[in-house]
Every structure is written in structure tokens, then in C-alpha cells.
């Protein structure tokens, strides 16, 4: 399983903060690479944020400076910290990983979308 959440509302003032992530459990042993897409309306999906295996990473122009990915591998928790929320920022936003299950099988799985929303 794979499961994503907000540290509180989904509604932020621009220039405020905001943490998400995403906790695997059951078959998924461990999270190798990770990334955060997004889609507000009536825009095309994009990837924002991505980390792989060797805790590389990389931004989108829009987000760079101000999101960090990260991985958490005791707890096999990813997260996206945003800073400097911008109402440009208003999507829902939803994070992918590459992991390790039960029985060495690589996966890919995608967590539950997340609406955050920054209003001006």
C-alpha cells in the first residue's frame, strides 16, 4: 500500500508552507526512487520534483528553490516540503515511487491525489 497525506489543511496563504507525503506498508519493502507530479485545472500533469535511487535530484523550473523532495527510508516515507506557496502553485498533487516488494519484485506505485490550494 501507498497512502498520501497533508500535514494540515489544504488551504494555504501564498507565501506560506506546506508538507506532504506518502508512507508505504504491506508488500512494499523499501523505496528506491521517487517523484511529484501535479495538475491544476485545465493544465497538462507535470512533474515537479523527482529523487532516484542515489538521492539525486531534480525541480521544475517553477517549484526550484522553493519544494524539496526527500526520502525517509527507516520510516519508507517520501516528502515534498513547499515553501513560498504561490497561487500559481494550486493543484492537485500526487507522488509516484519505484520500491522493492515482497519476494524482490521491483514495482511502481502511485499514491492518492492530494488538492492544495493557495490563495492570494
Known amino acids: 500500500r501507498f497512502s498520501c497525506r497533508r500535514s494540515g489543511g489544504g488551504l494555504v496563504q501564498a507565501g506560506g508552507s506546506l508538507r506532504l507525503s506518502c508512507a508505504a506498508s504491506?508488500?512494499?519493502?523499501?523505496?528506491?526512487?521517487s517523484g511529484w507530479h501535479r495538475q491544476a485545472p485545465g493544465k497538462q500533469r507535470e512533474l515537479v520534483a523527482a529523487?532516484?535511487?542515489?538521492?539525486?535530484?531534480k525541480y521544475a523550473d517553477s517549484v526550484m528553490g522553493r519544494f524539496t523532495i526527500s526520502i525517509d527510508h527507516a520510516k519508507n516515507t517520501v516528502y515534498l516540503q513547499m515553501n513560498s506557496l504561490k497561487p500559481e502553485d494550486t493543484a492537485v498533487y500526487y507522488c509516484n515511487v519505484e520500491a522493492i516488494q515482497i519476494g524482490w519484485r521491483r514495482g511502481d506505485f502511485w499514491g492518492n491525489g492530494t488538492q492544495v490550494t493557495v490563495s492570494s
Open positions: 504491506g508488500s512494499i519493502f523499501s523505496i528506491n526512487s
Open positions: 529523487i532516484t535511487s542515489g538521492g539525486s535530484t
